[in-house]
């Protein structure tokens, strides 16, 4: 099993920024890969970005230009930095990681972004 806990969201006007941080329970290096998701209210969960340990990030394509992804394997964290943010980027942003490609995606609990003047 891992544990993830995010941190980092709240309240930004439009065009702000938010970094959003998500700390695993394991070593960055023996995760598959982690993600990035947010869930607006009304809509699915959708994918915002991917890493995994032995690659770079990889964007969905709506998500390119504006959000980062890095990580800091010596604090197992991954971060989600959002740039010019647009009140339609407000929902509950997840974290997932995997310890294996075909097993089981772990979530955090969720951090709420607001996007609002």
């Known amino acids: 099993q891992v544990q993830l806990v995010e941190s980092g969201g709240g309240l930004v006007q439009p065009g702000g920024s938010l970094r959003l941080s998500c700390t695993a329970s394991?070593?960055?290096?023996?995760?598959?890969?982690m993600g990035w998701y947010r869930q607006a209210p009304g809509n699915e969960r959708e994918l915002v970005a991917s890493i995994r340990s032995d690659t770079g990030p990889d964007y969905a394509r709506s998500f390119r230009g504006r959000f980062t992804v890095s990580r800091d394997k010596t604090d197992n964290t991954v971060y989600l930095q959002m740039n010019g943010l647009k009140p339609e980027d407000t929902a509950i942003y997840y974290c997932?990681?995997?310890?294996?490609?075909?097993?089981?995606?772990?979530w955090g609990q969720g951090t709420q972004v607001t996007v609002s003047s």
């Open positions: 394991k070593s960055l290096e023996s995760l598959y890969d």
């Open positions: 997932s990681a995997r310890v294996i490609s075909w097993g089981p995606k772990y």
